[in-house]
């Protein structure tokens, strides 16, 4: 396996000296970071138009060879190809032919031919880089291609998607592909139990959600006591007379990451956890009584709330706490204890909002994925923020976790030897993308040239009046026999919709955190005609909504956007689902401007422009002025949310290194 970073990057790479494959974290100095950051984007820099046309050419031309050959024969091909692969590397000239063979081999068992932006797609993401594909262009067909090709060169392949449903649906659609070339193929999801998750790992490529994979990761780290060279093993396997456990993945070769921009971005601020119950607590006491402290604190008198959402104390604040708790024991007579407990209560009632950042389900306090609006079964905040949620909500108040094994989706990510992903929104964080993972982001253009119609966004005074248009603009939509999709960024916002809807006499179905389990068959039914359908961001990615028997000619399917999000991938996400595929379609948004992008982002010229409004009697925001809010807005939640992500990865990067120096766990 040591030949494994040249076979798959056509250079020696670093790797760890442990149980398997994978890349040493890299630990330059400033000087050496910078040189590697200017040359190594000017090496991997999107390749030029004339080169992907000669690619192209190269497919094309091995196309014309394997398509007279018979099933044996394209099997007897690929097979000296492997060989040729583990001895040669990714050359250009061997992927095209191993491009050429999985083409062809899809058609005859699925009956789908990858087309040129697909075969373009592929290549860029074995070449270790991003691509940009719009949304309905394939990316699940596309992802077949570099897959094939490096596990036939004897990588292990991971294709890490969302959720556990687009794993599960990927491998039995692709499922026949694979088998045609003599290649396994399997899934992970959740409850599987260990021996089933060895052997799913044991295929030459599998399909897994990021999480399912990044905790088997970790149970790995665990099992190995969190020694990473040889010598560290042979001494403890001495010492404790023990055999090693079994491992669960056979290492981090290649990951192909669906969905890149909300794994590798999104998801980077929050690590993941293995942890056990702590065996002594007084939760409900200590939680209680911060909860009711911090509701009795006043906002600029005890307490300010920064607008990088942070809790500064005034000194009246620490004065309060002093004499609140004068007569408590315990935890509470250290000062700095008991002011960082009550900041936490005070995160929890100021910035954690029910129906928006979780739900409250038999009881219980689930986590809702902003970016995704799906629950996290299984997640849980940490720092005791998840048990002050629940005694802010009344629920019962889970026991303390102790944190055995750690580590954030930036650092797993990193030490694959070679890692590509897919994604339709990926521009817009390309640098933070090449900082890093060093990963380029290169735009392919459509199959079809797209026919969306991108309509004029309104926003109103107040939330009324944007309520009200949209319930207008459903009724003129649907009169026209299209479909309709209304997208919300919360639960709550999604019911509010529902009760508008209801009010005007208008059938729905409703998508949210709440109904996960209809996700499927709500979908099926978006595209058929005159169907209205609200939903959270669950709409916005890894689903397709096809439009049903006369749609098209009518207009296709409608999105209507009640609120613009804090990032605008997530905005362009729940437009792409309309207009795929060279469909027709159109998009328009319909916003208040007392939303929560524009209050917390650019309170100063939100009310700039609330006072420009009332001052020229006007009930919609200029549409220029719109943009230009939007603008601003996203822009400054955009750097907000970068510059946290560069913290959590600086802060995880020290405490690797510090923990890898002292011999304990990540």
């Not at 499922?175 to 959740?190: D, M, N």
């Not at 609120?563 to 362009?572: A, G, K, L, P």
């Not at 208040?592 to 939100?606: C, T, V």
Request: net charge neutral; proline share 3%.
């Amino acid at each position: 396996m040591s030949d494994l970073g040249w076979i798959l990057t056509g250079q020696r790479v670093p790797l760890i000296d442990g149980a398997y494959a994978e890349r040493d974290d890299r630990h330059e100095e400033v000087l050496e970071a910078f040189l590697a950051n200017r040359v190594g984007r000017w090496l991997r820099r999107a390749p030029s138009h004339r080169v992907r046309q000669y690619f192209l050419d190269a497919v094309a031309a091995w196309e014309a060879t394997v398509t007279v050959a018979d099933d044996e024969a394209l099997r007897q091909q690929f097979g000296r190809l492997a060989l040729a692969l583990k001895h040669e590397g990714l050359a250009h000239s061997r992927v095209a032919e191993a491009f050429a063979l999985v083409r062809e081999g899809a058609r005859r068992t699925l009956g789908k031919r990858h087309h040129d932006v697909q075969i373009l797609g592929g290549w860029v993401i074995l070449g270790g880089r991003i691509v940009e594909m719009q949304t309905g262009e394939g990316k699940s067909l596309t992802a077949t291609l570099p897959a094939i090709t490096a596990a036939a060169a004897g990588a292990s392949v991971h294709v890490v998607t969302v959720n556990d449903y687009l794993a599960a649906r990927d491998t039995e659609l692709m499922r026949p592909l694979y088998q045609f070339f003599g290649l396994s193929v399997s899934c992970i999801v959740e409850d599987m139990e260990p021996e089933q998750r060895r052997h799913a790992y044991a295929c030459d490529v599998c399909y897994v959600s990021n999480k399912e994979l990044v905790f088997d990761y970790l149970k790995d780290r665990l099992a190995r006591r969190h020694a990473d060279t040889r010598a560290h093993r042979l001494l403890l396997g001495l010492a404790h007379g023990e055999p090693p456990q079994r491992l669960l993945l056979r290492g981090l070769h290649m990951a192909i990451v669906d969905e890149a921009d909300s794994v590798l971005i999104d998801e980077a601020r929050t690590p993941l956890i293995i942890s056990r119950t702590e065996e002594e607590g007084q939760g409900q006491l200590i939680y209680g009584r911060a909860i009711e402290l911090a509701r009795q604190m006043e906002a600029n008198t005890h307490y300010r709330l920064t607008m990088d959402r942070h809790i500064e104390w005034q000194e009246a604040g620490r004065h309060f706490l002093t004499h609140a708790t004068a007569d408590w024991r315990g935890l509470w007579a250290s000062p700095r204890w008991r002011e960082e407990m009550l900041r936490q209560a005070l995160v929890a009632l100021l910035l954690f909002h029910r129906d928006q950042h979780y739900i409250v389900s038999q009881g219980a306090i689930q986590i809702v994925d902003e970016s995704t609006g799906r629950v996290m079964a299984d997640r849980t905040w940490e720092r005791g923020l998840h048990q002050l949620i629940e005694a802010k909500e009344g629920c019962e108040i889970s026991e303390g976790r102790e944190t055995l094994a750690k580590m954030t989706y930036q650092r797993f990510f990193r030490r694959y030897v070679l890692l590509g992903g897919m994604t339709g929104t990926a521009r817009e964080v390309a640098p933070e993308l090449w900082r890093i993972y060093e990963l380029p982001v290169v735009t392919v253009p459509t199959h079809r040239p797209p026919c969306r119609i991108r309509q004029p966004d309104c926003c109103y005074a107040d939330g009324e009046l944007r309520w009200k248009r949209v319930a207008e603009r459903v009724h003129e939509i649907i009169a026209q026999g299209r479909p309709v999709l209304i997208g919300t960024r919360s639960v709550a916002a999604s019911e509010a919709v529902a009760a508008v809807l209801q009010a005007a006499g208008i059938e729905y179905r409703i998508l949210n955190a709440r109904q996960d389990k209809e996700e499927a068959a709500i979908i099926a039914g978006a595209g058929e005609a005159g169907r209205v359908t609200v939903a959270t961001n669950m709409a916005g990615r890894g689903t397709d909504i096809a439009l049903g028997a006369g749609v098209e000619e009518v207009g296709g399917l409608h999105v209507i956007l009640t609120e613009f999000h804090t990032s605008r991938r997530i905005d362009r996400q729940l437009i792409g689902r309309c207009g795929r595929q060279g469909d027709r379609g159109s998009a328009e948004a319909i916003v208040s401007l007392g939303d929560e992008l524009f209050a917390h982002f650019q309170p100063r010229l939100q009310r700039r422009c609330a006072a420009w409004m009332s001052r020229h009697g006007r009930s919609e925001l200029p549409r220029w002025m719109l943009r230009v809010l939007v603008w601003m807005a996203q822009r400054a939640s955009g750097r907000l949310d970068a510059r946290s992500r560069q913290m959590t990865f600086q802060s995880d990067k020290k405490q690797s290194e510090f923990l890898a120096f002292a011999g304990k766990v990540e």
